[in-house]
């Protein structure tokens, strides 16, 4: 019946074979490795996704650890400021209890000198200078009054003068020592 006999010259054949390679890297392409490729793509960016996303949490921990840091320093500044602030207002009631008690026992006060801070082992502690003037049992009362109405203060020094041998007045200075904070 038929016979058919398919001849191809050369350059036919190279052109039938370079073809059906191509063809073949096509569908091979295609379906094996396109599809692979896309998986690496995919495979690829999320693992630079991933680094990003690494980076950005690392950015973040260390903007929290900044701010952290930044809020401690704050808190430090305000605890140094309340400090100083709860010892001026201790000074200020200290300073109107010693007039309210010079006023209540006669004694004219005639000047406070700014307080003192000492810090030693064991305690703080402020000095206050007071200078005064009044006869000699209001002073007494004064003292008293002070020494027993407050624990913390403590009448360090006393020293009193008369100026006028004819006076009755007696003018002197007193050094009281606060203790804030026993350890």
Known sequence: MWNF????????KYL???????????L???KIIIPFLHESFH????????????????QIILESERLRED???????I??????????????????????????NGVNIQQIFPAIFQNDAHSDSFIVN???????????????????NNLLLRITQLE??????ESLFIEGRLEITIITKIE
């Open 28 to 30: 091979v392409d295609w």
């Open 43 to 58: 495979m690829i960016s999320s693992v630079f996704q991933f680094s990003e996303n690494q980076r950005r949490e690392q």
């Open 130 to 148: 007071i200078q005064f003037s009044a006869k000699f049992k209001p002073i007494i009362r004064f003292i008293h009054f002070i020494e027993e």
């Open 71 to 77: 809020n401690l320093l704050y808190l430090n500044q």
């Open 5 to 12: 006999k398919l001849e191809l010259i050369p350059e036919r």
């Open 79 to 104: 605890n140094r400021y309340n400090a100083q602030l709860i010892q001026k207002v201790q000074l200020a009631s200290l300073y109107k209890t010693i007039n309210d008690a010079a006023t209540e």
């Open 160 to 165: 009193l003068q008369k100026k006028v041998p």
């Open 16 to 26: 039938f074979v370079f073809s059906f390679l191509f063809i073949f890297l096509f």
